[in-house]
């Protein structure tokens, strides 16, 4: 299990960070928020990479920081698999040099060819990194982090840069990394259905406070429903044709139009989060609650 | 004909200048780009006084200090049996101090330049700073290391009034080119001032388009 209690404050500035949550094993944390809600900062803070003023990250019975004990393990120690927004792959190496930096003294490198595998990039062995696509490139720092092994796996926005189809892909991969080495994943992301597809838990940052913290179903949708099918997606375009108003809805399985009444119409506009539930014979669209 | 040894000394002296300003800024400025500190900026000031300062001032400073009379210049007569000033020894430690800075400045701007993720994800893969400054930011920082060792071989080879200042014109020992230079034009031998400065010309020439040309190269394959 991981407690975390991150507490810092920014010389400066008002910023203050206050956090504290608990993961167990096999649980897949997204956080959500605004630009500047501190979500990099409490990935940032559990690897190590920032310094905090009070709190405590413990996993299982190791302590990784105390401030009380004056504990601080460096981030070389706590072994964690990060995969930045862009930018971490050693442009002076191979694909498969980065991946070979990322063994540990005396590690076999048979976890490197199960990676290649796993995460289909073993065509891209000797490619240098500056020939890659972005999501490619995201492949191959996923399969860097796995390296050495980590039980905690933070991404940081990872696929914010890249094209749908890739993306789309990438979470699959994502998701099957996630179980098949059973680990620990918290992931940034700005995505809402992104994070339908991946999270179990949900955290909503708000100016460096937990705003929410549960399942994502529980915090963005208003009420619990029984249909058998909901897509989450954003609004394209509002239609009033021949009296009867619709909205073009995009998800990630595609563009829907659903029929809304004329006083539901007037209530949205495009760019806005909605949930379509569709049941046996009827559809219907509501708004889903943007924290940001 | 000309007298060689002044350029050969003038290259001696500026291939050691390179060499211990390598092994000197090279730490100095991974440590300055790790570092966030009121101390940081003192000490970035007192190397970049070179740049600034006329060199005859930095000489005269050089000289009083390499002085048997003082303290530095009389531990090196007395325990290490070197004397600093009028000496090659005393001409290469004055070249490191006053080119420190156009070798260093290339090389903290390379490592500045490179995104703080690459050193961060390097930590986090269990590496140390040292495996990280050898094998992450020295191979992405070449071309730096190339314009900063370029910058201060052709600073050393060109410097002549700290040269003057401390090391007089003893041929063999101090009579680098730049000296040599002056030299002839004192003794109105204007014949080998032009050889001297057309040699000077074409070394410096040549060091340059070298390095552009390897510039240039790297960018079109970039």
């Known amino acids: 299990m991981l407690k975390f209690n991150l507490n810092k404050t920014v010389t400066n500035s008002t910023f203050e960070l206050d956090v504290s949550f608990e993961l167990e094993k096999g649980d897949f944390l997204s956080i959500y928020g605004a630009s500047g809600a501190g979500k990099t900062t409490v990935l940032r803070l559990i690897a190590g990479l920032d310094n905090m003023q009070s709190g405590f990250i413990s996993k299982q019975d190791s302590i990784w920081f105390d401030s009380l004990k004056k504990i601080n393990l460096k981030p070389q120690l706590r072994k964690v698999g990060f995969v930045f927004q862009n930018n971490s792959l050693f442009p002076n190496m191979t694909v498969i040099e980065n991946l070979e930096y990322a063994l540990q003294k005396n590690q076999s490198n048979a976890i490197i060819h199960d990676l290649l595998k796993q995460i289909e990039i073993e065509d891209l062995v000797n490619r240098r990194i500056n020939t890659l696509s972005g999501g490619q490139q995201q492949k191959v720092a996923l399969a860097r982090a796995l390296v050495q092994k980590p039980e905690l796996l933070l991404l940081d926005e990872p696929l914010s840069a890249i094209d749908n189809a890739s993306r789309l892909s990438l979470q699959n991969l994502l998701l099957k990394i996630h179980h098949q080495y059973n680990l620990i994943t918290i992931l940034v992301s700005h995505n809402v259905p992104e994070i339908f597809k991946l999270s179990t838990k949900l955290l909503i940052l708000k100016a460096g406070r937990i705003e929410k913290f549960g399942t994502p179903k529980e915090i963005f949708t208003t009420d619990t429903s029984s249909n058998e099918i909901t897509l989450i997606g954003t609004v394209l375009d509002l239609t009033l044709l021949n009296g009867e108003c619709s909205l073009l809805i995009q998800s990630n399985n595609g563009i829907v139009r659903q029929i809304v009444s004329e006083t539901d119409f007037n209530n949205y506009s495009i760019g806005e989060l909605v949930e379509v539930s569709i049941s046996d014979y009827q559809s219907a669209v509501k708004k889903i609650v943007d924290f940001c | ?222």
């Open chain 2, 1 to 222: 004909m000309i007298d060689w040894s002044p350029i050969l000394l003038s290259i001696q002296l500026a291939f050691i200048t390179v060499i211990i300003l390598l092994l000197i800024s090279i730490p100095l400025a991974f440590w300055l780009s790790n570092k966030k500190s009121k101390f940081k900026s003192v000490i970035e000031a007192i190397i970049s006084l070179p740049l600034v300062l006329p060199p005859t001032v930095l000489g005269f400073y050089l000289l009083l200090t390499f002085s048997p009379n003082s303290s530095v210049g009389s531990f090196f007569s007395n325990y290490l049996g070197i004397n600093l000033a009028f000496s090659f020894t005393g001409l290469v430690i004055g070249s490191v101090i006053y080119s420190l800075p156009f070798m260093l400045q290339p090389i903290l701007t390379g490592f500045n330049g490179l995104p703080k993720s690459l050193s961060e994800a390097s930590y986090l893969l269990g590496k140390s700073k040292l495996t990280t400054l050898l094998k992450v930011l020295l191979p992405n920082s070449k071309q730096s290391i190339l314009t900063g060792s370029v910058l201060a071989f052709a600073h050393t080879i060109g410097e002549f009034g700290v040269v003057l200042m401390i090391g007089g014109n003893i041929p063999n020992q101090t009579k680098v080119i730049s000296i040599a230079i002056y030299d002839e034009v004192e003794s109105l031998n204007y014949t080998n001032a032009h050889l001297y400065s057309g040699i000077l010309l074409a070394i410096t020439f040549v060091i340059l388009l070298l390095v552009y040309l390897r510039k240039n190269t790297n960018s079109n394959v970039m």
